[in-house]
């Protein structure tokens, strides 16, 4: 892996610039945050602490319903929650009297187990179930303020903490509000461009890809609403602070839909977008009186609008890179010479074996007692009519669907049934028939997902842009840089993925898939789609990877390809395996002639 | 004190099963849960109000307006928030276009009409006590709903064509049979159902633009616990519900019903995603 950091790639230059111009508009709006007390107006500086403390609660939902795509309207709960916490505390009514910054920790470490709880459900539920979970929960949570009346007032309520010099003047609350806001601004851009934002996303567009790669959903769930729930207290905490006296009137579902929308109109994905959405929900009403009554009618007609119309949101509408137009006569030209940088040459030789694997469907038996053995260094070719069980076996092998029968061994060690997100770390790596892929994310994302796994910073020091964070990164960049110019795509690395031709997404996908280094690589009809020349090219790279030392299953119809390039060929039939050997002898097997090939 | 909460308890909980209904009715029509369920509710007490009590309609004629503007409401809902996102339904976009127009609504009518609970009109002479109207005709609206549900959907050929289309959408496409404006009649349908529950509610639950995200989730447990798309589910588990929340109302105090509530709901979901009565979610590869 050393040499693939030395390689020749002027594109990785380009990323570093790029991020400095991510920052750009992020420093601006520091530089203008800051400077605002000069205008002297205490009034527009009471809602430009208001927006600061919405965006660090905003920042943190966003990982949760712009990153991984959960549709968390209740968010006020936490804020409520947070108000109600450090209020509390410094209030000393229950207990003696905490300092404030005490107490906005220990809301932050409250909020953390409640957004956890709060969102795992959504680790179960479908998307509706999950909105009306955190929808209950905000209801309930405003209840129990009105009624546990000896220690939240009731519908009297309590005065909020006041943090201590230098911070108690308004300015300076601000400024404390501005700089929190800023840090998290950073942490989580920092955690946008790591392979847990990555993974989030990949969880949103692409689940089963993800899989693949071997992101595991709940871990990763957990974290970012740990984390979010936190950043959503502490918010309350400044929040009842700001209002310096709260009931639980103060928390109306106003503020969750104004939270959740800014972030969609911010657009999925993106950290700038929900920032500037924050900021002009918040601002809006203010600035035009006659509105506020009308504020939260008129967020609703903006959400139903940048649903219909414009849903990448702001932050699609800001991407001018994007639209440049590319290169209309584009060619992959694959160079296998540089694999060599990717798959590791192992000394020994290894096995997958798949033994006596059978699988139902109702009634349809979709494989009946498959026997298979891949070898390391082979190309192993499985064909068949459609509907032979030919998907359904990868499946399997990948760990999708668990065998009703038989079980799969890698090496002689039975491989966990239906664990697809455990296949990454045994480096069997897949593609798939239709390609998997995030859309809005670039190629170079894309392919970095499958780096996932060899991510060694947690979750905190990615949070912090601590050195093992920078290694990874830096790891994981050359990685995917050089597995995309061994496919022949490294041009198009900073394009989004949703603007390539589809055989374009074939070959990202055997990207990503590369970037495992992968001991077995399963491909799910990579021709399919591709051209005459193509074709012969991916025929050319499938090879040069097997000889790396990876072992390939092949699913495919081109017969011409699999016969130029397997080592062995298993034809299925009705779910049985019907023959297998040599590409000679199958050519010349009388009842695969029959069932499959044709005379 | 039993019979009060029994019927109470009932009563309640026949306005959840039809919210119930008018969730499930559109779910068949196109496999999308609507937010605009609980805000017709709501709609229906408003409009009952506003017919009768304020422009002195008649009860009968108040009572038709308000289902006629359920339906129209339905339909608007098809084709605004519903249509447009149906062919991207992996995205789960409605969720997002059914809350944005739900919104709208519910503030639409917080504005226009009032932020407080205004008073139903007494619609029939009966009452007050166990046959008190306020009871009664939300639990016979019910049970009349679900008599001539069942009769559409299994003795004519329009409500056939209605199963056939949540059954299997493009077969019954192919079969020749015009799934969009059976859609839009089957969110008219359950616009209607919706109104009908906020109306016969009314005097109950008052005429409130609050009532609406209430009667989202309220009306949204008994289906989800059910399964969803059973009408029988869904209102087994209305009338379950209601009688218990009025019963740890009386009991232990309503937020410990809510909490109760809520935390049996998500266990419930926990362990049984897909409901008491539903099927497990298909392959995905």
């Given amino acids: 892996m050393n040499d693939s950091a030395t390689l020749p790639l002027p594109a990785v230059q380009r990323l570093k610039a790029g991020s400095l111009e991510a920052w750009l508009p992020t420093a601006m709006l520091a530089i203008a945050g800051a400077a605002l007390p000069l205008l002297g107006d205490s009034y527009l500086g009471v809602i430009a602490t208001r927006a600061a403390i919405y965006w660090v609660l905003v920042s943190g939902l966003n990982l949760v319903v712009g990153f991984a795509g959960q549709i968390a309207i209740g968010w006020v709960a936490l804020l409520t929650l947070g108000a109600y916490v450090t209020s509390v505390l410094c209030a000393g009514t229950v207990m003696p009297e905490l300092s404030a910054y005490l107490a906005l920790l220990i809301a932050g470490l409250v909020g953390a187990i409640f957004g956890l709880i709060i969102g795992l459900p959504a680790l179960r539920l479908r998307t509706f179930y999950f909105a009306m979970t955190t929808l209950g929960f905000a209801t309930i949570v405003t209840q129990v303020a009105l009624a546990w009346k000896s220690v939240t007032g009731g519908g009297v309520g309590v005065p909020g903490p006041v943090l201590p010099w230098p911070f108690a003047s308004p300015w300076g609350f601000y400024y404390f509000c501005l700089g929190l806001a800023l840090l998290c601004t950073w942490m989580t851009t920092n955690i946008a461009a790591s392979r847990f934002g990555r993974s989030l996303v990949a969880l949103r567009d692409a689940e089963v890809a993800a899989e693949a790669v071997g992101i595991s959903k709940p871990a990763l769930l957990v974290t970012v609403f740990l984390f979010s729930g936190a950043l959503a207290a502490i918010a309350g905490g400044l929040f009842a602070s700001l209002q310096s006296y709260i009931t639980p009137d103060a928390f109306t579902f106003d503020l969750s839909v104004l939270f959740f929308i800014a972030i969609l109109i911010g657009g999925r994905g993106s950290i700038l977008g929900p920032l500037l959405g924050t900021i002009i929900l918040t601002a809006l009403p203010e600035f035009a009186?006659?509105?506020?009554?009308?504020?939260?009618?008129?967020?609703?007609?903006?959400?139903?609008?940048?649903?219909?119309?414009?849903?990448?949101?702001?932050?699609?509408?800001?991407?001018?890179?994007?639209?440049?137009?590319?290169?209309?006569?584009?060619?992959?030209r694959p160079r296998p010479e540089l694999l060599a940088h990717i798959i590791p040459p192992s000394a020994q030789e290894s096995l997958l074996k798949l033994e006596n694997l059978s699988l139902s469907f109702g009634g349809v038996r979709a494989i009946d007692a498959v026997h298979l053995t891949l070898r390391t260094g082979e190309v192993h070719g499985l064909i068949g009519p459609n509907g032979s069980g030919k998907t359904t076996t990868l499946n399997v092998i990948s760990g999708y669907y668990p065998p009703?029968?038989?079980?799969?061994?890698?090496?002689?060690?039975?491989?966990?049934?239906?664990?697809?997100?455990?296949?990454?770390?045994?480096?069997?790596?897949?593609?798939?028939?239709?390609?998997?892929?995030?859309?809005?994310?670039?190629?170079?994302e894309n392919v970095m997902i499958g780096a996932t796994t060899a991510g060694r910073a947690s979750f905190v020091e990615s949070l912090l842009f601590l050195p093992r964070h920078r290694r990874d990164e830096a790891r994981a960049q050359a990685a995917a840089m050089t597995a995309l110019a061994a496919v022949g795509l490294d041009q198009l690395a900073f394009v989004r993925?949703?603007?390539?031709?589809?055989?374009?997404?074939?070959?990202?996908?055997?990207?990503?898939?590369?970037?495992?280094?992968?001991?077995?690589?399963?491909?799910?009809?990579?021709?399919?789609?591709?051209?005459?020349?193509?074709?012969?090219?991916?025929?050319?790279?499938i090879v040069t990877i097997s000889r790396q030392g990876t072992g390939v299953l092949l699913v495919e119809h081109h017969a011409d390809l699999i016969f130029d390039i397997c080592d062995r060929v298993t034809v299925l039939n009705l779910g049985k395996v019907l023959a297998s050997g040599t590409p000679a002898e199958i050519r010349g097997h009388r009842e695969v002639i029959n069932a499959y090939l044709g005379a | 004190m039993l019979l009060s909460i029994v019927s109470y308890g009932l009563a309640l909980g026949a306005v959840y099963a039809l919210i119930g209904i008018t969730y499930n009715v559109m779910f068949a029509a196109s496999r999308v849960f609507s937010f605009t369920a609980g805000t017709v509710g709501m709609l229906g007490g408003v409009f009952g109000a506003l017919c009768i009590d304020r422009m002195g309609m008649p009860v009968a004629l108040g009572f038709l307006l308000t289902l006629a503007a359920g339906a129209v409401l339905g339909v608007i809902t098809e084709v605004l928030t519903v249509r447009p996102v149906l062919?991207?339904?992996?995205?789960?976009?409605?969720?997002?276009?059914?809350?944005?127009?739900?919104?709208?609504?519910?503030?639409?009518?917080?504005?226009e009409w009032s932020t407080e609970p205004q008073p139903f009109p007494r619609l029939l002479p009966f009452g007050p006590g166990f046959f008190d109207q306020q009871f009664w005709l939300p639990i016979s609206a019910c049970v009349l709903t679900i008599i001539g549900l069942e009769w559409l959907y299994?003795?004519?050929?329009?409500?056939?064509?209605?199963?056939?289309?949540?059954?299997?959408?493009?077969?019954?496409?192919?079969?020749?049979?015009?799934?969009?404006r059976l859609r839009v009649a089957s969110y008219a349908l359950a616009g209607a159902i919706g109104t009908l529950a906020g109306f016969t509610g009314g005097e109950m639950m008052l005429a409130y633009f609050g009532n609406g995200p209430l009667l989202n989730f309220y009306g949204f447990v008994p289906v989800a616990l059910g399964g969803m798309g059973s009408n029988r589910g869904a209102v087994a588990g209305g009338l379950a519900l209601g009688l218990f929340q009025q019963t740890a109302n009386f009991l232990v105090g309503g937020i410990f019903a809510s909490v109760a509530i809520f935390v049996v709901f998500i266990l419930v979901l926990l362990v049984r995603p897909e409901g008491f009565a539903g099927a497990a979610p298909a392959r995905r590869v």
């Fill in chain 1, 497 to 541: 993925a949703d603007r390539l031709q589809h055989s374009e997404l074939r070959f990202v996908e055997i990207a990503r898939a590369l970037v495992l280094r992968p001991l077995f690589l399963l491909l799910d009809e990579p021709a399919a789609g591709l051209s005459v020349e193509e074709i012969k090219r991916l025929g050319a790279l």
């Fill in chain 1, 404 to 444: 009703q029968q038989g079980q799969v061994r890698l090496n002689d060690k039975a491989l966990a049934a239906g664990a697809a997100a455990a296949r990454a770390n045994q480096r069997i790596a897949r593609t798939f028939q239709t390609p998997r892929l995030v859309g809005s994310a670039s190629v170079l």
């Fill in chain 2, 87 to 111: 062919k991207s339904l992996d995205q789960h976009l409605y969720v997002l276009s059914t809350l944005a127009f739900a919104l709208m609504l519910q503030q639409l009518t917080a504005i």
């Fill in chain 1, 289 to 332: 009186a006659p509105l506020v009554a009308w504020s939260t009618f008129l967020y609703a007609v903006l959400l139903l609008v940048i649903v219909l119309a414009v849903p990448g949101g702001i932050a699609d509408m800001l991407d001018f890179k994007n639209r440049r137009p590319l290169e209309r006569h584009r060619e992959i």
């Fill in chain 2, 154 to 180: 299994r003795r004519t050929l329009v409500g056939r064509a209605f199963l056939a289309i949540s059954e299997d959408n493009y077969a019954a496409r192919a079969l020749g049979l015009p799934e969009q």
